[in-house]
């Protein structure tokens, strides 16, 4: 897999040098990760970023890739938090803001000093460790204390700012809180949008936002919408579990790929 040019410490990459480094066949790669990341979005209501960010990782920088889907994820949970406003449990968001808070402020620091190269090799493990979690681990139905909203939102926060992947946090907590399904995703929708405010707000004084940025974001925005479409209107027999066993095997793939970056 093509793979672009490891960074120093303390350094960012150009977008205009990564992005004519990159042939065609790799941006059909990009945009086709993209739709099917969208899809399983659409369907699931969580998981673009696990699928996309690690797959995109393989041809551009993480410090490209990660603002750029918490960017299209965050324009996704816009439409699912307004869309069913009503449903949204402010009761099971307010003690996360803390915790998210000082998770994205750490993040954002890590996300700015750490090499790119140990980033794909930590987001690589993490992905690996959550598809063997899915994987193998009975999550119950059990409803939690409160007090689990301060390592689901420290860690959300935390890991969602470096990898952009932090969803799996605030989803496990949520849904042992025992919310409904559409509670939940409107709920989950909205911690997004305020943990996602955050990030992009780091992600912008931090320079990441260049305008060769802005052009692959707006050529992303499209593809993302028909993936968003796709999934919210395929009907399947799939099972949840041949679903969530499928979407775990693809991250393991591309979990082992990142570790094998140099």
């Known amino acids: 897999m093509h793979q672009c040019n ?18 065609a066949p790799y941006w059909l790669f990009g945009a086709f990760t993209l739709i099917v990341a969208y899809v399983v979005r659409g369907i699931a209501g969580f998981g673009s970023g696990l699928i996309a960010i690690p797959l995109l990782a393989l041809i551009l920088p993480l410090t490209v890739v990660v603002p750029l889907v918490v960017f299209l994820d965050y324009v996704a949970s816009a439409s699912h938090g307004l ?13 996360l803001l803390p915790f998210t808070a000082a998770g994205v402020l750490t993040g954002l620091y890590l996300f700015k000093t750490v090499d790119s190269i140990m980033l794909a090799h ?28 301060m390592p689901a939102g420290a860690l959300g926060g935390l890991v969602g700012t470096l990898f952009g992947t932090g969803g799996p946090f605030y989803v496990v907590y949520l849904k042992h809180r025992g919310l409904p399904k559409t509670q939940f995703r409107a709920t989950f929708a909205t911690v997004f949008l305020m943990d996602g ?28 919408a028909i993936g968003l479409y796709a999934g919210g209107h395929v009907h399947t027999n799939i099972t949840q579990r041949t679903f969530q066993v499928a979407v775990s095997l693809l991250l393991v793939v591309s979990g082992i790929s990142l570790l094998l970056r140099h």
Do not use: C
């Open 6 to 23: 490891s960074l120093s410490a303390f350094t960012r990459p150009r977008a205009d040098l990564v992005f004519d480094s990159i042939s």
């Open 83 to 95: 869309k069913d406003h009503a449903q949204i449990q402010w009761r099971q968001i307010f003690p």
């Open 122 to 149: 930590g987001l690589g493990v993490f992905v690996l460790l959550y598809a063997m979690y899915t994987l193998f681990v009975n999550e119950g139905s059990t409803q939690v204390s409160r007090l689990w909203a």
């Open 197 to 224: 405010a955050g990030r992009l707000t780091g992600y912008f004084s931090g320079g990441f936002f260049d305008r060769d940025w802005l052009v692959l974001a707006a050529f992303s925005l499209p593809v993302m």
